[in-house]
């Protein structure tokens, strides 16, 4: 099974790439962009580089063409606008997707209506812009999805961001290696 991780806004930055790395799997990397981003002073610089490499709408297709191209069951793993891509992409019939699991996707609250084909697990995170209940509401019921709220920033998971939770993700990404290995 191949263990595919779907970045956030930031991409594959090296302290990003180590945290998959120390997962000791072999995975492959989806980010949003064509060639290695600049390194971000801040959340908001790496989101202005995203808008300007053509958004979640890109994403959401890019990732589409990899997992179409995917021959072998995948086990996928988004982050944020990673996690949204994913989401936007388990209702494409066909694909080797087994399971996904998608952390603090905000941008699915635009999606709601959309139907998982494939056993998803999200992991929301608490936000300030926009009401999390409520989206989870909005999903409440729909077959192949559990949900869950952590007490945790946006951007838990990820070192580079201001609510990185260095306790927080460690557990989860052991979650993440665990849930993978048990899919073997």
């Not at 099974?1 to 779907?6: D, I, T």
């Not at 490499?53 to 589409?64: M, R, T, V």
């Not at 891509?85 to 494409?92: E, G, K, M, Q, S």
Request: aromatic share 12%; with cysteine; glycine share 8%.
């Amino acid at each position: 099974m191949q263990l595919l991780v779907v970045t956030d806004i930031f991409g594959t930055q090296p302290e990003v790439l180590l945290q998959f790395d120390q997962l000791g799997l072999d995975y492959l990397c989806v980010q949003p962009y064509e060639h290695q981003p600049p390194s971000f002073t801040d959340e908001t610089a790496a989101y202005q580089h995203f808008l300007a490499h053509g958004g979640l709408q890109a994403y959401i297709k890019k990732l589409g063409d990899v997992l179409k191209a995917q021959t072998e069951a995948v086990f996928l793993v988004g982050f944020s606008a990673g996690a949204a891509a994913c989401w936007a992409n388990l209702v494409v019939e066909h694909l080797t997707i087994a399971q996904c699991v998608g952390f603090y996707g905000g941008q699915i609250r635009q999606m709601t209506h959309l139907e998982p084909l494939y056993p998803t697990e999200l992991i929301f995170a608490e936000e300030t812009h926009f009401s999390v209940l409520d989206v989870m509401d909005d999903l409440a019921g729909k077959m192949n999805l559990q949900q869950s709220l952590v007490p945790y920033s946006h951007g838990f998971m990820n070192l580079l961001s201001k609510g990185y939770q260095v306790e927080a993700a460690g557990v989860y990404w052991e979650k993440i290696k665990a849930g993978y290995l048990s899919s073997l």
